[in-house]
């Protein structure tokens, strides 16, 4: 019960990252919505996400993972049903925001208590597999499912399979876990100012290139939120250092184990999102395939998330943990570069790209996020869970914001308006290409890094 609950809640976060992707150009055309709004309407769900994943990590340590992981559950079913009654864009980005909180609350607790059920790292990661494969099948069914749902029934519908998700791993939590014991909390208070700091600086570093397209570069504004982002990050690092009780001790960061994982978590979600973003547009609305052709053409990506568990097990035996982290990353970078030099010359490089990048991060979702755990003391790994997943949801929003925001900036009027022009057609290809390099640049800076990182730990790496 316990394990078939946890699976859900990771299931839920990842085919809400994967179904809408299909969905994105119907939205744009029946709620009538700018190309940043469309954008919006995924990134949206990221920012808050990523933004509110330590505060809550936080807040489950001293009040409770389970108890905070159920009201989360409860949060997205209401959520997921207001969905049939959206009528515009700004409402639906509102559902969506308020999914992100509940996914804030529920995805920290999935990873911490996961770990906790289990002594040995050998049976930590087949909880953890087993876990994340249900998860990844959620996030490769989901463009293929949403494609065909399409064809007979309203884009909403893909929001409210959140429902009975949401009942089945509230159900399985609740009867499957006991409730957390007073001496396996702390009572520590929590650092109000460091979570309200760190809170606001990521949410403006993913508002900040949105709004370069939508204000443009003479406008104040977006050159405001850009510098308010960096010193807010800057306040939130001298406020970790000299506080008391810190939200997140820096010092956990550091250590090369932990450090390197969050780094090879972060390229992959990275490049999933991106790719992800680009491949749906292009296959739609450059190369005209209705929701159901672009559905079939995310198949190899389908395939290779679903067949992917059984790699891991040899791999990490064979190369052990870290060897197997960074090669998984350096198989997504490889992806990305496919993409971003070959994608727009035909069909089977895109396929090829969502092969190695869907390999990549197969392995390297648990694998990296073992490692993170591997290396935090036991008393700390709720938060080290919310470290792992903030990771990936932040570059996650990274991804989205850059490849809209390169989009934008080159294409020229509304992308979901049906009927491009030849020159609108090659300002499209272009974007794409420079967002797939783009994206190739920051997920390899981020696996050598990661590298560089778990080198400098001493004694053993397998």
């Known amino acids: 019960m316990a394990l078939a609950g946890l699976s859900a809640v990771f299931l839920f976060e990842m085919l809400d ?108 990661i087949r909880a953890t597999t087993l876990i994340s494969t249900v998860g990844l099948v959620g996030l490769a069914i989901g463009p293929t499912t949403g494609g065909f749902v399409l064809t007979f029934a309203p884009w909403q519908v893909l929001l409210l399979v959140n429902v009975p998700v949401a009942a089945l791993a509230f159900f399985g939590i609740r009867r499957g876990i006991p409730a957390d014991k007073a001496d396996e909390l702390h009572r520590d208070p929590i650092d109000v100012a460091g979570a309200l700091l760190g809170t606001a600086a990521i949410v403006l570093a993913l508002i900040a290139p949105t709004l370069f397209v939508h204000t443009g570069a003479t406008s104040p504004l977006p050159w405001l939120a850009t510098a308010a982002a960096l010193v807010l990050t800057v306040l939130f690092v001298l406020r970790e250092r000299s506080a008391r009780y810190p939200l997140l001790d820096l010092g956990l960061v550091a250590r090369p184990l932990v450090s390197s994982g969050l780094a090879f978590k972060a390229a992959s979600a990275l490049a999933t999102a991106g790719l992800g973003y680009l491949v749906t547009l292009q296959l739609q609305l450059d190369w005209g395939w209705a929701p159901a052709q672009a559905a079939l053409g995310m198949l190899p990506q389908v395939v290779v998330l679903i067949a992917g568990g059984a790699l891991i097990g040899p791999l990490v035996t064979r190369a052990g943990l870290d060897k197997a982290a960074w090669l998984s990353a350096g198989a997504v970078v490889c992806g990305l570069a496919v993409y971003g030099l070959l994608g727009r010359l035909g069909y089977v490089w895109v396929a090829l790209a969502l092969v190695l990048v869907a390999a990549g ?45 390169v989009i934008a900036v080159l294409f020229t009027g509304d992308i979901a308006t049906p009927g491009w022009s030849a020159h609108q057609t090659a300002e499209f290809r272009e974007a794409v290409t420079l967002a797939g390099l783009a994206l190739t ?15 400098a730990r001493p004694g053993k790496t397998g």
Do not use: K
């Open 441 to 455: 640049v920051m997920a390899a800076a981020l696996v050598g890094w990661g590298i560089v990182r778990a080198h």
């Open 17 to 124: 990252n994967s179904i809408l992707n299909v969905a994105l150009p119907t939205i744009g055309r029946e709620l009538a919505a700018s190309t940043t709004a469309v954008q919006w309407v995924t990134g949206v769900y990221a920012v808050v996400f990523g933004g509110l994943m330590l505060a809550f990590g936080a807040l489950a340590d001293r009040a409770g993972r389970r108890r905070i992981m159920l009201a989360g559950l409860v949060l997205l079913g209401v959520a997921s049903l207001a969905t049939a009654f959206v009528t515009t864009v700004d409402q639906l980005i509102a559902i969506r925001a308020a999914m992100g909180v509940a996914a804030a609350m529920t995805t920290p607790g999935s990873l911490a208590l996961a770990f906790r059920l289990f002594d040995e790292d050998g049976l930590r």
């Open 361 to 405: 991060m197969r392995v390297v979702g648990v694998v990296a996020g073992t490692n993170v755990m591997r290396g935090l003391p036991a008393g700390r790994i709720t938060i080290g869970a919310a470290l792992v997943d903030t990771a990936g949801e932040v570059t996650t929003g990274i991804g989205i914001a850059l490849s809209g925001t």
